[in-house]
């Protein structure tokens, strides 16, 4: 399985966001940034375009739904726990893991 391309992100910040601090988490080990009140699935999407790969085909997802129904952004936390990307909000110090192929809860 290959990494998810860095870079250009898929999801652009279109309001002015002054008012708002800074959350610092990590994805897979490397250091992000959000800010507060963004989930986890548009902090990850405003610095890459995808989120995870697939667990039954090597194929990247991004999120469907975008509202907690599809099961597509699924990603596991550092204490364990399996969370819908798109409806849990980033938090100072997270660790989110996206390379688990156990994120989906069973």
Do not use: Y
């Not at 002054?18 to 080990?29: K, L, M, W």
């Not at 375009?49 to 469907?64: N, P």
């Not at 990307?85 to 938090?91: D, L, R």
């Amino acid at each position: 399985m290959g990494s998810i391309a860095k870079g250009r992100g898929q999801f652009r910040r279109i309001a002015a966001a002054d008012e708002r601090t800074s959350v610092a988490f990590e994805v897979d080990g490397q250091p992000m940034t959000a800010l507060t009140g963004d989930t986890v699935l548009t902090a990850i999407l405003l610095q890459q375009r995808h989120i995870r790969r697939f667990e039954f085909a090597d194929e990247l997802r991004s999120g469907f739904c975008l509202m907690g129904a599809c099961q597509d952004c699924w990603v596991r936390l550092a204490d364990g726990r399996s969370v819908r990307a798109c409806t849990t909000a980033v938090e100072n110090g997270m660790k989110v893991e996206t390379r688990s192929e156990h994120d989906v809860p069973r």
